[in-house]
Structures are given as structure tokens and as C-alpha cells.
């Protein structure tokens, strides 16, 4: 084996290792990449089981060192994807959970204005489905950011929502309700 493809299965092994690991504690109960955290698990024991054949069959050497970039590869892209999807998990659960220490409509008022100033207004949906529809008309025409809250509706999100409409309603003469 060259000493390229030694450091390429090497690096490749170890990184996609470390976030097998992490990914497996972190996003063990997260069913979005379930299906890709078990096919890298797979990959990764195919890989180390090639890897083992390697040292005892001396003919097929070459297959199995394109065997170990092959699986060793997927494994660490599917983990990266696993990575990205749980640092996105995260910014949105560390979002609502910065509008849930406002408890008082006062309080939204106020985050309301400093996100209209960003540019950063967001729309907080309740009941038991996400309304995916609204949640991309709301991105694509207005650039707002919606959030899933499930079934427990609270007034100050009530009322930051109420915010968030009536600012569409003078800014585009269009409103939440209208959907």
C-alpha cells in the first residue's frame, strides 16, 4: 500500500470514527438520520473487517484497500451529514429556548422590534403538524424564519405572532390569516 493511501484510509478512519461516536450519542434519538447513522455503522465494520482481511490475504490487497477508501469514505460524508443536521437541531432548539425566557408580551414587543431591525422575524406555529406550506411561504416571500411549537400554545408567543402579522399586513397588505 502507498504511503498516500495509507495516510488517505488512515485520516479518513479516524475522523470518521470520532464522529460515528459523537454522532451515535448525540443523535441517537433523532430519527432524521437514523437510516444514515446505521449505513455508516455498517460502513464503518466493513471497512475494519477489510481492513483485517488486508493483513491475511495477501492477493486481494488491492480490492480491499479500494474497499476501505470506499466504505471508510461514505462513512465519514453520511457522519458530516449527521454533524450538520445536529448542529441545526441545535440553533433551533437554542432559538426557541431564547424566546421562551420572554415571559411577557412587553418583553416580545421588544424582541420583536430589535428582530424587525435585524431582519430576523421569526413566526412561531402551534398545533399538532407544522404547516409546511405556510412555514415556506413565510421564508421564501417575506424571509421569515417559522418554528414548529407543537400543541401548547403560550400567550406571548400569541402575541409576538399577533407582532408578526399585523407587520404584514402594513408592510405588504397581506397577513398570516390570509393563508
Known amino acids: 500500500m502507498k504511503t ?35 449505513i455508516s455503522k455498517i460502513l464503518f465494520l466493513l471497512g475494519l473487517t477489510s481492513l483485517g482481511l488486508y493483513f491475511v490475504i495477501k492477493n486481494w490487497r488491492k480490492a480491499l484497500t479500494k474497499i476501505m477508501i470506499l466504505t471508510f469514505g461514505i462513512c465519514l460524508v ?69 418554528y414548529g411549537m407543537g400543541c401548547l400554545v403560550t400567550s406571548e408567543f400569541d402575541c409576538y405572532n399577533e407582532l408578526v402579522n399585523n407587520y404584514l399586513k402594513e408592510k405588504y397588505d397581506d397577513g398570516i390569516i390570509d393563508y
Open 4 to 38: 498516500r493511501t495509507k495516510y488517505i484510509l488512515l485520516i479518513s478512519s479516524i475522523i470518521g470514527f470520532a464522529l460515528l461516536i459523537f454522532n451515535s450519542v448525540k443523535m441517537q434519538y433523532w430519527n432524521n438520520v437514523k437510516l444514515e447513522m446505521d
Open 78 to 146: 453520511l457522519n458530516l451529514y449527521a454533524v450538520s443536521e445536529y448542529y441545526k437541531i441545535n440553533k433551533i432548539q437554542n432559538t426557541i429556548a431564547e424566546y421562551y425566557e420572554l415571559k411577557t408580551c412587553e418583553k416580545m414587543e421588544n424582541r420583536f422590534a430589535t428582530d424587525l431591525k435585524n431582519n430576523e422575524i421569526k413566526y412561531f406555529q402551534f398545533g399538532i403538524g407544522t404547516d409546511l406550506e405556510l412555514q415556506q411561504t413565510l421564508k421564501t416571500k417575506y424571509g421569515i424564519e417559522s
